[in-house]
């Protein structure tokens, strides 16, 4: 019996593995012709300073419309991305793309701007190997390296190999700032801030959601906040959404808001006519209903 059992699961689930294969080559297929194809495209998501309320930085955030399957989510296909190898090159063009895109806002509407990019733990460790193109593209572009924000997670310790700590030195070199996204989400954060010379970390959106439910319950966002300050570290609060939660994270001093509150992420086309519309008012202008 116990045979038949087994006989009939290896029946029942033989096939699913096969086809998530099959699905996976598929998507691997469509990715690389994608980006042959030009099928990719950035949107930008406003950073707020919070003192302010005007927007001085964005966040790039890679869009994928595939002619068949649609728009697909950045969750759907950067896993596959990174474990292929793909997300090397793909990963360039974010870089080569995000940073004419900065030069043009720099020079024509906000000399100050910034851009955050999010860099994969495969870009860094020996599969990647353009962290000095980058810094060159920078150069031509005569954009300082501060100009660029590098989005870094833990999982870049946590698969860290010997090259990592060099690429990071030298982006870090170039004047190129660093973010330690989804802050509170991985493990033992804390020697992550030591080792590597973090500039902002982002809380993660887990964090944020919960000062909505109404009891502004805020201690954990606070003791993050005064934590980073003390060591010299920015705050940028993710996946704001409520006037709520905006105030609170304000009143415990965070720098910095991004989430549906003050802008959704959007073409180039559009953060282009926000920031002029900003540049043109004289006072900072009130944050946006997300
Ligand atoms: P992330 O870097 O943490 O980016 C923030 C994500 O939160 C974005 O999802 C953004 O659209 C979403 N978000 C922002 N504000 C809100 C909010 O108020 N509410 C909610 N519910 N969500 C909000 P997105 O664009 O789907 O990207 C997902 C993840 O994919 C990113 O998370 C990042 O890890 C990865 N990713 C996106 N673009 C790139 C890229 O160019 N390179 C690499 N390596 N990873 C990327
Ligand atoms: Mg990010
Ligand atoms: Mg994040
Ligand atoms: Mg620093």
Redesign the pocket.
């Known amino acids: 019996a116990a045979k038949e059992q087994g006989r009939n699961q290896f029946c029942e689930f033989a096939p699913t593995m096969e086809q998530e294969a099959q699905n996976r080559r598929l998507l691997l297929r469509d990715l690389q012709q994608g980006l042959d194809e030009g099928e990719f495209a950035l949107h930008y998501?406003p950073i707020v300073e919070m003192r302010s309320g005007r927007t001085v930085k964005a966040?790039?955030?890679?869009r994928w419309n595939q002619p068949v399957r649609g728009m697909v989510?950045?969750?759907d296909f950067?896993a596959l991305a990174e474990e292929s190898g793909l997300?090397v090159p793909l990963?360039d063009w974010?870089m080569r793309e995000a940073a004419c895109q900065l030069a043009q806002w720099r020079e024509e509407i906000a000399p100050a701007f910034r851009l955050s990019?999010?860099?994969?733990p495969v870009q860094l460790n020996s599969s990647g190997h353009c962290v000095q193109a980058w810094v060159a593209h920078l150069q031509d572009l005569s954009l300082p390296g501060s100009a660029l924000v590098a989005?870094i997670t833990e999982r870049v310790l946590l698969e860290a190999d010997k090259d990592t700590d060099a690429r990071l030195q030298t982006l870090q070199g170039a004047g190129i700032q660093l973010a330690l996204?989804?802050f509170g989400t991985g493990y033992s954060s804390l020697s992550y801030l030591k080792r590597f010379d973090i500039d902002y970390i982002k809380i993660d959106?887990s964090f944020v959601s919960l000062l909505s439910q109404g009891n502004e319950d805020a201690t954990l966002c606070q003791a993050i906040i005064a934590m980073a300050h003390q060591l010299g570290i920015c705050v940028v609060a993710?996946?704001?959404?409520t006037r709520e939660q905006h105030d609170i994270l304000q009143r415990a001093g965070c720098d910095y808001g991004?989430?549906?509150?003050y802008g959704r992420?959007m073409p180039a086309q559009e953060l282009t006519e926000r920031l002029r519309a900003q540049h043109r008012a004289p006072q900072p202008a009130p944050a946006e209903h997300?």
Do not use: K, T
């Open positions: 998501q966040e790039a955030l890679l989510s950045p969750a950067i997300i990963g974010v990019v999010n860099v994969s989005e996204d989804d959106r993710e996946g704001v959404e991004q989430g549906y509150w992420p997300g």
